[in-house]
């Protein structure tokens, strides 16, 4: 048997004050990592925004992204697997936003890079705040004018960001089709829910159980806190809900531990990891 693969997910779990990873759990982590401990992350964020926010801790394993879209060498981003979505229900997809004058965030590989685009004069408030946040420094921002320049490249992710109401009319338009659908509620701005589409089959928890035999691991132990980690928990040998999880996380999970305020993973790790 390999040895115990250990992922963590990032928001609400393994970041704590400012959205950063605190000393001790930087600390703690890269001393097991050093002594021969397998850990990394699965996060929906980007190898651009995870990087920004895992300062400090010394990752030498794949990580997942995105929700499982990409399975990426933490140290440069070299893809190492990926899902995106198909070109037939890509054009579905945008047929719909185009129908419904639907205010979206597209997610594409462009010549080898990722791009966010949307379409000009069609910004609503979930997508002025996501552009405004982020304009000063995220190169992947790509405002286009057309519809055919909204599709061009390699999309991945789709993500519409509405309030509550307006979200699940927008999501309940997709039935039928051929993706991953969810809608949740941002953490960090509860009036603010996003409908999210990934490729067919796309979840943490597909990308775990992929990353495990790439590596040839034996178990997985994972943690987390949100509703997108529970395709994660319900594939992993062991799974830890944060003590302010979702509440299916909690009823999924093999105990409730800490909060991320009180590095609760690496303090779980330090106390009952395998090295």
């Not at 794949?62 to 190492?80: C, E, H, M, Q």
């Not at 004018?145 to 999309?155: M, N, S, V």
């Not at 775990?208 to 040998?237: I, Q, Y």
Request: proline share 2%.
């Amino acid at each position: 048997m390999g040895k115990t693969l250990y992922i963590s997910d990032l928001d609400g779990t393994l970041l704590g004050e400012n959205v950063r990873i605190s000393k001790f759990t930087a600390d703690t982590i890269n001393s097991l990592i050093r002594g021969g401990m397998l850990f990394t992350f699965a996060t929906a964020r980007s190898v651009t925004t995870a990087k920004m926010v895992t300062e400090g801790l010394d990752i030498r394993l794949p990580v997942i992204l995105n929700n499982g879209v990409f399975i990426a060498d933490y140290s440069d981003g070299n893809v190492r697997h990926s899902s995106p979505i198909g070109e037939n229900t890509i054009r579905l997809l945008l047929d719909t936003i185009e129908r419904e004058k639907i205010s979206a965030l597209v997610y594409s590989m462009i010549g080898g890079r990722e791009r966010v685009s949307w379409l000009l004069g069609r910004e609503n408030e979930g997508i002025r705040s996501y552009v405004g946040a982020r304009s000063p420094w995220d190169k992947r921002l790509r405002p286009v004018e057309t519809h055919e320049q909204l599709a061009a490249g390699d999309i991945f992710y789709i993500t519409i960001i509405e309030g509550k109401e307006r979200a699940h009319v927008i999501h309940r338009s997709f039935a039928g089709l051929d993706v991953t659908s969810m809608i949740t509620n941002d953490i960090y701005a509860r009036d603010e829910w996003w409908v999210e589409l990934y490729g067919a089959g796309v979840s943490k928890g597909a990308a775990v159980k992929k990353l495990k035999e790439m590596l040839g691991a034996g178990r997985t132990v994972c943690f987390g806190d949100g509703s997108n980690d529970l395709p994660m928990f319900r594939c992993c040998d062991e799974a830890y809900a944060m003590s302010d999880s979702v509440e299916v996380l909690k009823v999924n999970a093999t105990a409730v531990i800490g909060s991320n305020q009180e590095d609760a993973v690496a303090r779980w790790l330090l106390e009952n990891g395998d090295r």
